[in-house]
């Protein structure tokens, strides 16, 4: 048996046609006949014969790729969304592409990779479009949508509701008695982490009982533990009596330096967090949080790129997506 990797011609060569015959009739052309077609089908598939991809993108002008940008991944949040966004990508026929995946800012060399592997359009989950990347997509007519961000260069986006999450968390507090909240926030720049900060803050304002401690969080564990042990190291007439991690993953961090000092979290201290990862649920850290639709977001934001994919003319469009409240044991009532 021949060790020769199955090609067009020698599919045509056992199919009794030519090349060109062979191509239109995988396509699917209708001017080749049904019974055409299905012996060609038969002789491909009894061959091993797949169309590479490059050639494929040769004669549509697509190349079936979608990049994606997502942040550290040792944020549980990131992987969770790269692993939505790979099973729906390819649910819809399409292949993902890697472009970044960590922090730190979207340099020249992201553009340079979109263009290189003629990604047709672009998901983008980790900062704000630099407004020369957005420049370099749009002048090659590649389509970029945010996810759980909002560029300040002009595309399109698709968030959680983070100013009506973050209202939510803190109406909790209030219903629990709750009335010295800390906000363990982040210095990053992201639309995210703004808005949580602002929908919070606004909220416990009006309600007369502003943060009466602010720190950062630094947008990981880390930050997080560092905060919770500057919380614990106040005396308890300072002490808060609640704290808003703007993220789950900073929130795991406060849970862990509290309790590693002797305070009972969800009785001397609720804590609660946004994102509603899974690990959340973990009976070490039962914490009450706001979980984002991460399925419904990627499935808005792959629609706002293959329509634009297909019309490059449509306008810019932010589609926001309400998360829902889960309530557990971290955030129990002031006995």
Same mark, same amino acid.
């Given at each position: 048996?021949?060790?020769?990797?199955?090609?067009?011609?020698?599919?045509?060569?056992?199919?009794?046609?030519?090349?060109?015959?062979?191509?239109?009739?995988?396509?699917?052309?209708?001017?080749?006949? !049904?019974?055409?077609?299905?012996?060609?089908?038969? @002789?491909?598939?009894?061959?091993?014969?797949?169309?590479?991809?490059?050639?494929?993108?040769?004669?549509?002008?697509?190349?079936?790729?979608?990049?994606?940008?997502?942040?550290?991944?040792?944020?549980?949040?990131?992987?969770?969304?790269?692993?939505?966004?790979?099973?729906?990508?390819?649910?819809?026929?399409?292949?993902?592409?890697?472009?970044?995946?960590?922090?730190?800012?979207?340099?020249?060399?992201?553009?340079?990779?979109?263009?290189?592997?003629?990604?047709?359009?672009?998901?983008?989950?980790?900062?704000?479009? !630099?407004?020369?990347?957005?420049?370099?997509?749009?002048?090659?007519?590649?389509?970029?949508?945010? @996810?759980?961000?909002?560029?300040?260069?002009?595309?399109?986006?698709?968030?959680?509701?983070?100013?009506?999450?973050?209202?939510?968390?803190?109406?909790?507090?209030?219903? &629990?008695? &709750?009335?010295?909240?800390?906000?363990?926030?982040?210095?990053?720049?992201?639309?995210?982490?703004?808005?949580?900060?602002?929908?919070?803050?606004?909220?416990?304002?009006?309600?007369?009982?502003?943060?009466?401690?602010?720190?950062?969080?630094?947008?990981?564990?880390?930050?997080?533990?560092?905060?919770?042990?500057?919380?614990?190291?106040?005396?308890?007439?300072?002490?808060?009596?609640?704290?808003?991690?703007?993220?789950?993953?900073?929130?795991?961090?406060?849970?862990?330096?509290?309790?590693?000092?002797?305070?009972?979290?969800? &009785?001397?201290?609720? @804590?609660?967090?946004?994102?509603?990862?899974?690990?959340?649920?973990?009976?070490?850290?039962?914490?009450?949080?706001?979980?984002?639709?991460?399925?419904?977001?990627?499935?808005?934001?792959?629609?706002?790129?293959?329509?634009?994919?297909?019309?490059?003319?449509?306008?810019?469009?932010?589609?926001?997506?309400?998360?829902?409240?889960?309530?557990?044991?971290?955030?129990?009532?002031?006995?």
């Amino acid at each position: 048996m021949s060790e020769r990797r199955a090609t067009i011609v020698t599919v045509a060569e056992a199919a009794g046609v030519a090349p060109s015959t062979i191509s239109r009739a995988l396509k699917g052309d209708k001017r080749i006949s !049904p019974e055409t077609r299905a012996r060609i089908a038969r @002789v491909a598939s009894e061959l091993g014969y797949t169309p590479y991809a490059s050639a494929r993108a040769l004669a549509s002008g697509q190349s079936g790729l979608i990049g994606v940008v997502v942040g550290p991944i040792t944020n549980p949040f990131y992987t969770q969304l790269l692993y939505e966004a790979v099973r729906q990508i390819g649910e819809r026929g399409m292949r993902l592409l890697v472009i970044h995946a960590g922090p730190g800012p979207l340099e020249n060399s992201m553009a340079d990779a979109l263009l290189q592997y003629q990604v047709d359009g672009c998901l983008i989950s980790s900062v704000d479009l !630099p407004s020369h990347v957005g420049a370099v997509c749009a002048a090659n007519a590649v389509p970029v949508v945010m @996810v759980n961000r909002v560029a300040q260069a002009d595309t399109c986006a698709v968030v959680c509701d983070n100013e009506f999450g973050s209202v939510q968390l803190g109406e909790l507090l209030l219903r &629990r008695g &709750r009335r010295r909240t800390a906000l363990v926030r982040t210095s990053t720049p992201s639309s995210t982490a703004r808005e949580r900060d602002a929908g919070f803050t606004t909220f416990m304002q009006a309600a007369g009982h502003p943060p009466v401690l602010r720190l950062d969080g630094q947008s990981c564990y880390e930050g997080g533990f560092a905060a919770g042990q500057q919380i614990a190291a106040l005396t308890m007439a300072e002490r808060p009596d609640s704290v808003y991690a703007v993220s789950d993953i900073m929130a795991y961090g406060v849970l862990d330096a509290l309790r590693l000092a002797g305070i009972a979290v969800g &009785r001397d201290i609720a @804590v609660v967090g946004f994102d509603g990862l899974p690990q959340s649920a973990r009976p070490i850290y039962n914490l009450t949080t706001v979980e984002q639709p991460i399925g419904p977001m990627i499935s808005r934001a792959l629609d706002l790129l293959q329509a634009r994919m297909r019309d490059r003319t449509l306008p810019d469009e932010t589609i926001s997506l309400r998360g829902r409240l889960i309530e557990r044991g971290s955030s129990r009532s002031i006995p």
